[in-house]
């Protein structure tokens, strides 16, 4: 079997690629190193059946030669981190519009396809566990924090448009607040900056009140859920949630970093508005419903917060040493 992972230098993509290796796939990555690594791939032998190839999703001839042979495609490649949508809108509008409908138009009819979505689609719905079918609340065009949210939400409608008139087989997940090794907090991901702040001594900055309740998901958990999915064929046409089963306030989550690596840290209170800019919007609750990924493959996230900080730990205390 081939796999095409689109993104595959990510930290998501990279996990991904590990588990197919192992489960005996030939994969081929295209990844532009934007805000993936070499190093995230750089443990792999270069026996193991792996192709890398540096490139954009949106250069349209590359991704049809590169899906020609491919068996199925993981389509992770999108512009991530609210920092890098902030500061790059343009780009980041049209890596996750241009390049999805590239990846969708060279798949030939019958190929399964997974399309990385994410939770922010939900936008400002705080309402309980957040199901499937759940409404989107979006903000005014003119918080650019909602064009991300919009352009995977787009995303989400032309995967399935594709699999309704083309006989794509297009399953769609969205991603709760997935974390663990490899993931940089470069971007604005809030649990490796916590870590890696407390780790240092030093401040560890909560934007807002702390009081946001937020879920994790640990990447293996992930991992495992996107591949099972992708083996049952009843998933193909649906939107997956893929979040643990754990919810937890930001403020808390600085509390259990700092206990957790033994650190002396102090909690810092950012206000949105300095650590963003003017017109910054967030929700104050963020968890999801697995119910329907529970039902469909019999798994859903577990991995505890506490085993998650600690493994993230672990990892950045290997990288400094």
């Excluded at 796939?25 to 750089?42: E, K, M, P, W, Y």
């Excluded at 448009?161 to 604005?188: C, K, L, S, W």
């Excluded at 495992?224 to 949630?241: C, K, Y």
Aim: charged share 20%; hydrophobic share 40%; aromatic share 8%.
């Amino acid at each position: 079997m081939r796999a095409f992972v689109t993104g595959g230098a990510g930290f998501i993509g990279s996990h991904l690629v590990d588990s197919l290796l192992a489960g005996g796939f030939q994969v081929t990555v295209l990844d532009d190193f934007s805000t993936g690594s070499r190093d995230n791939l750089a443990h792999i032998p270069s026996t193991a059946a792996l192709t890398v190839v540096e490139g954009s999703v949106l250069d349209a001839p590359l991704v049809e030669d590169l899906l020609a042979q491919a068996d199925c495609v993981y389509h992770l490649a999108a512009a991530v981190g609210v920092r890098r949508i902030l500061d790059r809108p343009l780009e980041s509008i049209r890596v996750n519009l241009k390049g999805t409908e590239n990846v969708l138009e060279a798949l030939k009819p019958g190929v399964p396809v997974l399309l990385a979505s994410t939770s922010e689609v939900y936008g400002k719905n705080g309402k309980g566990a957040l199901a499937e079918t759940d409404d989107s609340i979006i903000g005014a065009t003119s918080i650019r924090r909602w064009l991300y949210a919009t352009s995977k939400a787009m995303d989400e409608f032309l995967a399935l448009a594709h699999h309704r008139e083309r006989d794509i087989h297009a399953v769609i997940v969205r991603f709760f607040n997935t974390v663990g090794p490899r993931q940089t907090g470069m971007y604005g991901m809030v649990l490796p900056n916590f870590v890696q702040k407390a780790l240092k001594g030093e401040p560890i900055q909560i934007y807002g009140d702390g009081r946001q309740r937020r879920n994790f998901t640990y990447v293996d958990d992930a991992i495992t859920g996107i591949r099972r999915l992708m083996e049952t064929p009843d998933a193909r046409g649906q939107v997956f949630n893929m979040g643990g089963g754990e919810e937890i306030t930001i403020e808390n989550l600085a509390i259990r970093v700092r206990e957790i690596t033994g650190s002396k840290s102090p909690l810092q209170y950012v206000p949105y508005g300095c650590a963003y800019g003017g017109g910054f919007e967030d929700m104050r609750r963020r968890v999801p419903d697995t119910t329907r990924l529970k039902e469909l493959t019999g798994f859903a996230p577990a991995t505890p917060i506490d085993t998650i900080i600690a493994r993230v730990a672990d990892h950045f205390r290997g990288a400094s040493g």
